[in-house]
Nanobody, 123 residues
Framework: QVQLVESGGGLVQAGGSLRLSCAAS??????FGWFRQAPGKEREFVAA???????AYADSVKGRFTISRDNAKNTVYLQMNSLKPEDTAAYYC???????????????????WGQGTQISVSS
């Protein structure tokens, strides 16, 4: 099973930016996804990108976050701009269990998960 390691989390003021990275231990042709979970809330979809770089975003982050991937490095990135306090959560990257030309949004469809990295946005 492919292992995922996230990096790039931290504390930032509202309006600031952060960039998350997630490196996979092996090549994957499946979609990468980013999800987040705040205390007391369910894990929610943030963004996803297919092998061919089709993308999907949650409405709450559209226009502020950008997902990208480097297939040669087996790495996915999440550039987060104009951060808000409500973006505070643990962020997880994941790999879809099946190949699809278009990325999915359901956590249940993603079979490999990273350990998570914390993002805290202060007001």
């Amino acid at each position: 099973q492919v292992q995922l390691v996230e990096s790039g989390g931290g504390l930032v003021q509202a309006g600031g930016s952060l960039r998350l990275s997630c490196a996979a231990s092996g090549r994957t042709f499946s979609s990468f996804g980013w999800f987040r979970q705040a205390p007391g809330k369910e894990r929610e979809f943030v963004a996803a990108i297919s092998w061919s770089r089709n993308t999907a975003y949650a409405d709450s982050v559209k226009g502020r976050f950008t997902i990208s991937r480097d297939n040669a490095k087996n790495t996915v990135y999440l550039q987060m701009n104009s951060l808000k306090p409500e973006d505070t959560a643990a962020y997880y990257c994941a790999i879809d269990s099946q190949y699809s030309a278009y990325p999915g949004r359901e956590p249940a469809n993603f079979g490999s998960w990273g350990q998570g990295t914390q993002i805290s946005v202060s007001s």
